[in-house]
């Protein structure tokens, strides 16, 4: 039975450098059973020797000890627009077995709240270059705003120059001269033909509009993607997700789920640069 015991914490900022690289082996094992295009030494340097002001990486463990996925979440304090502002970036993957049998996402907005909290009239945003359409299917069901998005015909002029900015300060190297929003990642998710073909098949509008705007996402391009939060709109993040997955999570508190004889699910996992990159069931239509 495929079942997560446990999930840990690891403030990596006050970690030593030994225990960093012990973490960032173990999470690279996994890593590359789910992605390709990154080596070991890039890896490491993106997902836990990040130059973040905070880093934290959430594992997670079956029941036999084992480090079958892991969430990061950076914190970033930079100017944009010459605002100080607080900037999150996140990475995820889940051995596919695993995935959805946990409270990750729970963790992960408390976690960005209380981050939030410490300086409340801060911008605050996560920006990432997203290279999976669960990625950014995903978002734009529980994100209240984000962009680019297919009901804004455009982006509004101050955000599209936050968005390049941060763009240039992540060193997000442009694809197409004709396209700002998309960036070389070399984050390529492993999936099957017939996977490949379910999303290329989705009729779901939130789908549509990233695979028609970021064709290229199997090559490693990521496309740009601004979340602007307050604690408002975090808390309405979590109501979305606690609402919308209430049958899930109520199974997982009880621990019935991934019991024997029930039916289990393997959504696509995703290449986040960010949250748990799966696509909830009500999305995969």
């Keep these: 039975m495929s079942k997560l015991s446990r999930i840990t914490c690891h403030a990596v900022h006050a970690m030593r450098s030994s225990a960093r690289e012990v973490l960032a082996q173990d999470l690279f094992a996994v890593h590359s059973q789910?992605?390709?295009?990154?080596?070991?030494?890039?890896?490491?340097?993106?997902?836990?020797?990040?130059?973040?002001?905070?880093?934290?990486?959430?594992?997670?463990?079956?029941?036999?000890?084992?480090?079958?996925?892991?969430t990061s979440i950076h914190a970033f304090r930079v100017l944009v627009g010459e605002r100080l502002?607080?900037?999150?970036?996140?990475?995820?993957?889940?051995?596919?077995?695993?995935?959805g049998r946990d409270l990750t996402m729970v963790y992960g907005v408390l976690r960005l709240l209380r981050v939030w909290l410490r300086h409340p009239w801060r911008r605050f945003c996560i920006f990432?270059?997203?290279?999976?359409?669960?990625?950014?299917?995903?978002?734009?069901?529980?994100?209240?705003?984000?962009?680019?998005?297919?009901?804004?015909?455009?982006?509004?002029?101050?955000?599209?120059d936050r968005m390049l900015e941060l763009?240039?300060?992540?060193?997000?190297?442009?694809?197409?001269?004709?396209n700002p929003l998309l960036r070389r990642v070399d984050w390529i998710t492993l999936e099957s033909a017939e996977e490949r073909q379910r999303w290329m098949g989705s009729r779901r509008q939130d789908t549509r509009f990233y695979?028609?705007?970021?064709?290229?996402?199997?090559?490693?391009?990521g496309l740009l993607t601004y979340i602007?939060?307050?604690?408002?709109?975090?808390?309405?993040?979590?109501?979305?997700?606690?609402?919308?997955?209430?049958?899930?999570?109520?199974?997982?508190?009880?621990?019935?789920?991934?019991?024997p004889g029930q039916p289990r699910r393997h959504p696509i996992d995703s290449a986040f640069q960010p949250l748990e990159p799966r696509v909830p069931r009500d999305l995969r239509r």
């Design 34 to 70: 789910i992605f390709t295009g990154l080596a070991y030494e890039q890896f490491r340097a993106y997902v836990v020797e990040r130059d973040a002001w905070r880093t934290w990486v959430y594992v997670k463990h079956n029941s036999a000890g084992q480090v079958v996925g892991y």
């Design 211 to 221: 695979l028609d705007h970021n064709p290229g996402y199997v090559h490693g391009h």
């Design 167 to 178: 763009a240039e300060n992540f060193h997000l190297e442009q694809v197409d001269p004709g």
């Design 85 to 99: 502002s607080t900037v999150i970036r996140m990475e995820a993957g889940t051995l596919p077995a695993y995935r």
């Design 228 to 259: 602007p939060f307050n604690g408002a709109i975090l808390l309405r993040s979590l109501a979305r997700f606690l609402i919308g997955r209430a049958g899930k999570i109520t199974r997982i508190l009880l621990g019935k789920e991934g019991v």
């Design 128 to 160: 990432a270059a997203l290279t999976h359409p669960s990625s950014y299917t995903f978002l734009a069901h529980y994100a209240p705003v984000i962009y680019p998005h297919a009901n804004r015909k455009e982006i509004p002029a101050a955000v599209m």
